[in-house]
C-alpha cells in the first residue's frame, strides 16, 4: 500500500511515541486527516518550541516556563522554606499539590537511583539537594520517593548523605491505602503499618 | 503448537522477581525467573495504583509465589503472594548493592524463554537467603559466582593450565579469561592478557568450585587475598559479556560518595 508522503511522515513520527504501535500510528494520523483543520494546527502550536519554553527550576528542578529562575512553589513567599520535599520527578509534585495540604517546598531529583541500571548519584539532582541543605535554613527533609527498590535505594543513600548536616530527616509512612485490603498486602507494608501504628482519639 | 507451553492458558509458578519497569499507564513489566518455566517477561496490571494488590509482592529480589495467565506474548501476572520478600535487603544500601549485583549478573547471564531450570533457581533463591542473613555475604556471593559459571558452562579450569594442561603446581600463576582458567608460570610468558594470580588466591577459588557452601563458608581469606579474587572474577565476568556490570561501578561510586561526606 502506498501512501502520500507528508501521512507517512506523520505515522512515522507518532510511531516513535510510547505505547503507540504502527496500527495506532495510522489510525492517529487518519483522524487528524478527517478532523477539523484546529486540531492540526493546535497540536502543532503546542508542541512547537515545546522544549524551549520549558525551564527547571533554579532552586527545585520542578519543571516551570523559561525565563523564570523559580518555579511558583518556590517563589511564593507563603511556602514554608525550611521544610523540603523530595520527590522523583514533577508529576510527583502534581500529585502532593492536590492534597492541598503540605505547605513547604519541593525538590525534584529527576530520577531515581538504580544499581542494576547503573544510574548513580551523579546522573540526579543529588548534589543540588545536599549544597541547597548545606547552605543552611532547613529543618526537615522529607524523603518521598516511591516506595520501591530504586525509590528505597535513594532514600537511604540521602539519608546517609544528609546525616552530617544534622537536618531532620523523616521518610513518608508507609502502610495500608485506602479501599485496600489487609488479606492481599505484602508482609512488608503489613509490617511497617504495624510499625507505624496510631494512637486513636 | 508443538510448544508446550502454548497448552495451558494459565500457571502456578514460583519466581524470583529479576527486574521491573514502568509499562503503559499503571502496569509494571516485569522479568521474573520462574521455577517451572526459566526466565519470562510479565505484566503485572495496575501494579502502579497505589491500592494495587500486586505491587508490593513483586518488588526486585523477592522470591514470590505466582499465577500466571497466558496473554498474546507476555504472560500477566493474576495473582502473587510473597514467599520470601529478604527484607534485610532492604534495608541498608550495602545489602540491596549486594542482591543487586546477584541480579544483574543473573538477568545478564541467563537469555530470556530459557527451559526450566530448578537447580539454577535454587542457586538463586539460595544465594539471596544467604546474603539476607548476612553470615559471610563476601562468601555467598563468590561462591554464588563460581556456581553461576558452572551452570553457564564457563567452570574456570584451575587445576590444569588452561594452555598446556600440565598440573597447576603450588607457585604464583596467572589467570586467563579467554581461556577460561589458571595458567601456568611457563605458558605465561608468552601469552597476551593475563592477570596473575595469588597461591593464596588460587587455593581459594578452587575451594569455592568443588566445596559445597558449608564448606566454602568456613573459608577466611585475607583481605589481600579477597579483593584479587573479586578483581579477578569481575574481570572474568566483563570478559565473557563482552561490557562492564552496572552494580559495581555503582556501588563503588555511592562508597566513594559515603566516604567523601564523612571524611
Given at each position: 500500500?502506498?501512501?502520500?508522503?507528508?501521512?507517512l511522515n506523520l505515522?512515522?513520527?507518532?510511531?516513535r511515541?510510547?505505547?503507540?504501535?504502527?496500527?495506532s500510528?495510522?489510525?492517529?494520523?487518519f483522524?487528524?486527516?478527517?478532523?477539523?483543520?484546529?486540531?492540526?494546527?493546535?497540536l502543532?502550536?503546542?508542541?512547537?518550541?515545546?522544549?524551549?519554553k520549558?525551564?527547571?527550576?533554579?532552586?527545585c528542578?520542578?519543571?516551570?516556563?523559561?525565563?523564570?529562575?523559580?518555579?511558583?512553589?518556590?517563589?511564593?513567599?507563603?511556602?514554608?522554606?525550611?521544610?523540603?520535599c523530595?520527590?522523583?520527578?514533577?508529576?510527583?509534585?502534581?500529585?502532593?499539590?492536590?492534597?492541598?495540604?503540605?505547605?513547604?517546598?519541593?525538590?525534584?531529583?529527576?530520577?531515581?537511583?538504580?544499581?542494576?541500571?547503573?544510574?548513580?548519584?551523579?546522573?540526579?539532582?543529588?548534589?543540588?539537594?545536599?549544597?541547597?541543605?548545606?547552605?543552611?535554613?532547613?529543618?526537615?527533609v522529607?524523603?518521598?520517593?516511591?516506595?520501591?527498590?530504586?525509590?528505597?535505594?535513594?532514600?537511604?543513600?540521602?539519608?546517609?548523605?544528609?546525616?552530617?548536616?544534622?537536618v531532620?530527616?523523616?521518610?513518608l509512612?508507609?502502610g495500608?491505602?485506602?479501599?485496600?485490603?489487609?488479606?492481599?498486602?505484602?508482609?512488608?507494608?503489613?509490617?511497617?503499618?504495624?510499625?507505624?501504628?496510631?494512637?486513636?482519639? | 503448537?508443538?510448544?508446550?507451553?502454548?497448552?495451558?492458558?494459565?500457571?502456578?509458578?514460583?519466581?524470583?522477581?529479576?527486574?521491573?519497569?514502568?509499562?503503559?499507564?499503571?502496569?509494571?513489566?516485569?522479568?521474573?525467573?520462574?521455577?517451572?518455566?526459566?526466565?519470562?517477561r510479565?505484566?503485572?496490571?495496575?501494579?502502579?495504583?497505589?491500592a494495587?494488590?500486586?505491587?508490593?509482592?513483586?518488588?526486585?529480589?523477592?522470591?514470590?509465589?505466582?499465577?500466571?495467565?497466558?496473554?498474546?506474548?507476555?504472560?500477566?501476572?493474576?495473582?502473587?503472594?510473597?514467599?520470601?520478600?529478604?527484607?534485610?535487603?532492604?534495608?541498608?544500601?550495602?545489602?540491596?548493592?549486594?542482591?543487586?549485583?546477584?541480579?544483574?549478573?543473573?538477568?545478564?547471564?541467563?537469555?530470556?524463554?530459557?527451559?526450566?531450570?530448578?537447580?539454577?533457581?535454587?542457586?538463586?533463591?539460595?544465594?539471596?537467603?544467604?546474603?539476607?542473613?548476612?553470615?559471610?555475604p563476601?562468601?555467598?556471593?563468590?561462591?554464588?559466582?563460581?556456581?553461576?559459571?558452572?551452570?553457564?558452562?564457563?567452570?574456570?579450569?584451575?587445576?590444569?593450565?588452561?594452555?598446556?594442561?600440565?598440573?597447576?603446581?603450588?607457585?604464583?600463576?596467572?589467570?586467563?579469561?579467554?581461556?577460561?582458567?589458571?595458567?601456568?608460570?611457563?605458558?605465561?610468558?608468552?601469552?597476551?592478557?593475563?592477570?596473575?594470580?595469588?597461591?593464596?588466591?588460587?587455593?581459594?577459588?578452587?575451594?569455592?568450585q568443588?566445596?559445597?557452601?558449608?564448606?566454602a563458608?568456613?573459608?577466611?581469606?585475607?583481605?589481600?587475598?579477597?579483593?584479587?579474587?573479586?578483581?579477578?572474577?569481575?574481570?572474568?565476568?566483563?570478559?565473557?559479556?563482552?561490557?562492564?556490570?552496572?552494580?559495581?561501578?555503582?556501588?563503588?561510586?555511592?562508597?566513594?560518595?559515603?566516604?567523601?561526606?564523612s571524611?
Amino acid at each position: 500500500m502506498l501512501l502520500p508522503e507528508p501521512i507517512l511522515n506523520l505515522i512515522n513520527a507518532l510511531e516513535r511515541l510510547p505505547g503507540i504501535g504502527p496500527k495506532s500510528a495510522s489510525r492517529l494520523a487518519f483522524y487528524f486527516l478527517r478532523a477539523d483543520e484546529s486540531l492540526s494546527s493546535e497540536l502543532a502550536e503546542a508542541l512547537t518550541g515545546l522544549k524551549a519554553k520549558i525551564a527547571y527550576c533554579s532552586e527545585c528542578f520542578n519543571i516551570t516556563e523559561a525565563g523564570r529562575e523559580l518555579c511558583d512553589v518556590c517563589a511564593n513567599p507563603k511556602r514554608d522554606g525550611s521544610i523540603i520535599c523530595v520527590l522523583e520527578d514533577a508529576l510527583d509534585v502534581l500529585a502532593l499539590e492536590r492534597t492541598a495540604a503540605y505547605q513547604g517546598r519541593y525538590h525534584v531529583l529527576q530520577g531515581v537511583l538504580n544499581p542494576i541500571e547503573g544510574i548513580g548519584p551523579d546522573d540526579i539532582k543529588i548534589r543540588p539537594l545536599i549544597d541547597r541543605v548545606a547552605r543552611g535554613g532547613i529543618r526537615e527533609v522529607i524523603l518521598a520517593t516511591n516506595p520501591s527498590m530504586e525509590g528505597d535505594t535513594t532514600a537511604m543513600y540521602l539519608q546517609q548523605q544528609l546525616r552530617a548536616s544534622g537536618v531532620n530527616v523523616t521518610r513518608l509512612a508507609r502502610g495500608l491505602p485506602m479501599g485496600g485490603d489487609l488479606e492481599y498486602a505484602d508482609q512488608n507494608t503489613l509490617l511497617r503499618a504495624l510499625q507505624g501504628r496510631q494512637q486513636m482519639d | 503448537m508443538t510448544d508446550p507451553s502454548r497448552s495451558f492458558r494459565s500457571l502456578r509458578a514460583e519466581a524470583i522477581v529479576l527486574r521491573h519497569s514502568d509499562y503503559g499507564e499503571a502496569d509494571r513489566l516485569l522479568t521474573l525467573y520462574t521455577r517451572e518455566q526459566g526466565k519470562v517477561r510479565a505484566v503485572a496490571k495496575g501494579a502502579r495504583k497505589i491500592a494495587s494488590r500486586k505491587a508490593g509482592h513483586l518488588e526486585p529480589f523477592t522470591h514470590v509465589k505466582l499465577q500466571l495467565a497466558k496473554g498474546r506474548d507476555l504472560f500477566i501476572v493474576t495473582q502473587a503472594e510473597t514467599i520470601n520478600a529478604f527484607m534485610p535487603l532492604r534495608d541498608n544500601l550495602t545489602q540491596t548493592g549486594r542482591a543487586a549485583y546477584v541480579i544483574e549478573l543473573f538477568d545478564r547471564f541467563i537469555p530470556d524463554e530459557e527451559t526450566a531450570n530448578p537447580s539454577l533457581f535454587r542457586l538463586l533463591a539460595e544465594t539471596l537467603s544467604r546474603l539476607a542473613s548476612e553470615t559471610v555475604p563476601w562468601l555467598a556471593l563468590r561462591f554464588y559466582e563460581m556456581r553461576l559459571l558452572d551452570f553457564l558452562g564457563f567452570r574456570p579450569q584451575l587445576f590444569e593450565c588452561a594452555n598446556c594442561q600440565n598440573e597447576i603446581k603450588a607457585e604464583p600463576q596467572f589467570f586467563s579469561a579467554s581461556l577460561g582458567g589458571a595458567v601456568c608460570p611457563r605458558c605465561g610468558q608468552g601469552l597476551p592478557g593475563l592477570w596473575p594470580i595469588s597461591v593464596d588466591a588460587l587455593k581459594h577459588l578452587r575451594h569455592f568450585q568443588r566445596s559445597g557452601f558449608r564448606e566454602a563458608s568456613r573459608a577466611r581469606p585475607a583481605e589481600q587475598t579477597r579483593k584479587e579474587i573479586e578483581s579477578i572474577m569481575q574481570g572474568y565476568f566483563t570478559y565473557l559479556l563482552e561490557r562492564e556490570l552496572n552494580t559495581p561501578g555503582f556501588i563503588k561510586r555511592v562508597n566513594a560518595a559515603l566516604s567523601a561526606q564523612s571524611n
